[in-house]
Nanobody, 122 residues
Framework: QVRLVESGGGLVQAGGSLRLSCTASGRTFSSDAMGWFRQAPGKEREFVAA????????YYANFVKGRFIISRDNAKNTINLEMNSLKPEDTAVYYCAARFRLPVTTANSEYWGLGTQVTVSS
């Protein structure tokens, strides 16, 4: 059974930082795209950041460029998201995803985690 388990969410003040991690089990994703999407209350799920499997090319949504950094450790089947200069509008449930098309045009992925809450207070 394939599982993606997120960790690292929480409450932080505006301007602060958080680090999200996602660990996969049940199969390896070293050749597949992995990344993060988020969903705020009343809004659709949206793309945040992704990293390709074979080339480790990184992709970011415009609203996080320069603030968030995605990385992966294929040996640990893990991806991370360093989130800096957080804003209240970054408040959402953040979902780890694996095996989807790049570049991202829709919030579709073969595998999803259950999500981790990130809350940024003003």
């Amino acid at each position: 059974q394939v599982r993606l388990v997120e960790s690292g969410g929480g409450l932080v003040q505006a301007g602060g930082s958080l680090r999200l991690s996602c660990t996969a089990s049940g199969r390896t994703f070293s050749s597949d795209a992995m990344g993060w999407f988020r969903q705020a209350p009343g809004k659709e799920r949206e793309f945040v950041a992704a990293i390709a499997g074979s080339t480790s090319t990184k992709y970011y949504a415009n609203f996080v460029k320069g603030r968030f950094i995605i990385s992966r450790d294929n040996a640990k089947n893990t991806i991370n998201l360093e989130m800096n200069s957080l804003k209240p509008e970054d408040t959402a449930v953040y979902y780890c995803a694996a095996r989807f098309r790049l570049p991202v045009t829709t919030a579709n992925s073969e595998y999803w985690g259950l999500g981790t809450q990130v809350t940024v207070s003003s």
